[in-house]
């Protein structure tokens, strides 16, 4: 397979920094452009962090919700969501002052979300074809979630960065469970990924329940799915995991770190499969390895869309100073 280059070369970071401006550019690639004629821009700047004005309106004790996606199909089903209706979840989303981030940037703190976003973190489970196919004129489906994330960012600019994070299953031997579907382009796909700024996880190697499986076949999982992702996408780190099933092994510490056969393996943060918006990472009950998501369908977008747009004080709102922790004043009525 000989799709390995670098599509997008970063100019002008010598050693980055939250507060630097980092400038990508893309390099226009005849086999990973979009279909329908949508093709790349020259240049895209994934992330505006020079301006940090302090925010004063910000409640960085908020909820945030992590959104939960398996396929981007037809018809709509508990675990598929249609093209329109996901390009319709992103507009919404953006309407109402929503910033994507990666679930790493969860875990660490959200140091990045400009001054009064809102962020919320889209998640892709299981590397179904239909989250990033390439049509068999080597471009990317227009209809895949890739596709539309990428359309969608070339129409907002730095409002909406493609970002977004991707548990895939680290088999990449496996046509039927090959990652993204294609073994072809997996290798491809990973680093077109990681090059625009999304994040790439581990949903295991084969979808295992680690709530029922050995010591042994854990640390399997957790150790050679990482090893796997990494061999693919060289100098890249996976940092996150999402269990299968939600399916918990018996003592988290699985999650954290482990070893088989020689690789070692650690991860920063896990998410569950349910649970609702999750509570802020800096409130004192969050659980980096049992960070709660949505599953997203059109009632549970609806439901919790319109709850935070009638609580807007209830859901994370950036101050834009990654060393500062705003949130609002306690009012305590004075006795006497
Ligand atoms: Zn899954």
């Known amino acids: 397979m000989a799709v390995g280059c670098s599509f997008i070369q970063v100019v002008s970071n010598d050693t980055p920094t939250k507060s630097n401006i980092v400038f990508v550019t893309v390099t226009p690639e005849p086999s990973l452009t979009l279909s329908e004629g949508k093709r790349f821009k020259e240049t895209i700047t994934p992330e505006a962090t020079s301006a940090r004005p302090y925010f004063a309106d910000a409640n960085e004790l908020g909820q945030v919700m992590v959104l939960e996606y398996h396929r981007i199909s037809y018809p709509e089903d508990r675990y598929q969501r ?9 507009q919404r989303l953006y309407d109402q002052g929503y910033y994507p981030v990666n679930f ?3 875990v660490n703190g959200l140091p990045n979300v400009p001054p009064g976003k ?12 239909s989250q990033f196919r390439m049509l068999p004129d080597n471009t990317i489906d227009a209809d895949s979630a890739v596709g539309i994330m990428m359309n969608f960012h070339y129409q907002y600019g730095d409002d909406w960065p493609p970002h977004a994070t991707f548990f895939v299953l680290g088999n ?10 294609q073994p072809e382009w997996a290798k491809a796909k990973l680093q077109f990924l990681v090059d625009v700024g999304m994040e790439i996880g581990s949903h295991t190697v084969n979808h295992t329940d680690l709530s029922v499986a050995t010591a042994e076949r854990i640390e399997w999982e957790l150790a050679v799915s990482k090893h796997v992702i990494e061999t693919l996408v060289p100098d890249y ?3 996150t995991l999402s269990v299968p099933y939600g399916g918990f092994p018996f003592t988290l510490d699985f999650l954290k770190a482990g070893n088989w056969g020689g690789y070692n393996y650690s991860y920063a943060g896990n998410v569950a ?30 439901h919790w869309l319109t709850y935070f747009e009638q609580n807007p004080q209830e859901y994370y709102i950036s101050d834009g100073d990654p060393n500062r922790l705003t949130a609002p004043r306690l009012e305590i009525a004075a006795e006497n």
């Open 82 to 90: 249609t093209p329109d209706n996901f390009r319709n979840d992103l």
């Open 104 to 106: 790493i940037d969860v």
């Open 237 to 239: 780190t996976v940092k």
């Open 172 to 181: 990449d031997v496996q046509d039927n469970i090959a990652i993204f579907g």
């Open 118 to 129: 809102k962020p919320i973190v889209l998640t892709f489970d299981d590397s179904d074809i």
């Open 273 to 302: 499969a349910w649970g609702g918006p999750s509570v802020s990472p800096f409130d004192p009950t969050f659980e980096r390895y049992k960070v709660s998501r949505l599953e997203i369908s059109s009632t549970w977008m609806d």
